[in-house]
Structures are given as C-alpha cells and as structure tokens.
C-alpha cells in the first residue's frame, strides 16, 4: 500500500525558515508519480502549493509561494522535501503531500495523501 508521511512542521517567527519532509513508500520514484503539496489554512480551503514530477524531477510552484519554497527530492530515501523561506504569518496552515500515479500535476488524481503537518508562523 501506498503511504506518506510528513514532518517537518512546527513554529516559527516571520521570515524564518522550515524544512517539510514527506517519506513516501508502496512505491519508488522511478515510477511516474506526481507528489504535491496542499495546504489548509482554518477557515480557508484547501489549496496546491507545488508539485514534483518523480520521472524528471520537474517542479511548479503556486504564485503565493514561488520564489519563497523549493521542492527536492532524495530518490534513495524516497523522500520529498518541501523548504520554506521567508515566512509570512498567511503560510500558517496544515501541510498535506499527496501522491497521484502519472507525470501531468494540471490531470493526476491525488489518490494517496499523508496525515499533514502543522506549520504556525508567528507575527
């Protein structure tokens, strides 16, 4: 069976920085899967925060964050990570990474999501 498993979140003040991490197993990534990763702010929905593209490493970016976070990956440890930089209190917010099998993050259907991790940014 699929699972992710994120970590990483926590407290931070304004304009300090997290690193996520998102362990993914039932799978490898040499195979086409697309993980994203969605937040949820309370009272908001749900929203995409990036995508990575297992079979050639591609990555987008929501506008909210570009410039700001970065995804990479470690194939070995079949770990995701999501940095963030330059925190605003608006990135407070439950971070989800999902998985979906195919390389199109506009046409995958996240089928596998992990439990989330808070990330509070303190003003």
């Known amino acids: 069976d699929v699972q992710l498993v994120e970590s990483g979140g926590g407290l931070v003040q304004t304009g300090g920085s997290l690193r996520l991490s998102c362990a993914a197993s039932?799978?490898?990534?040499?195979?086409?899967?697309?993980i994203g990763w969605f937040r949820q702010a309370p009272g908001k929905d749900r929203e995409g925060v990036s995508s990575f593209i297992t079979s050639d490493n591609s990555t987008y970016y929501s506008n909210y964050v570009r410039g700001r976070f970065t995804v990479s990956s470690d194939y070995f440890k079949n770990t995701v990570y999501l940095q963030m930089n330059s925190l605003k209190p608006e990135d407070t917010a439950v971070y989800y990474c999902?998985?979906?099998?195919?390389?199109?993050?506009?046409?995958?259907?996240?089928?596998?999501w992990g439990q989330g991790t808070l990330v509070t940014v303190s003003s």
């Open positions: 999902a998985a979906g099998k195919g390389s199109d993050p506009t046409l995958v259907d996240y089928d596998y």
């Open positions: 039932g799978f490898t990534f040499v195979d086409d899967y697309v």
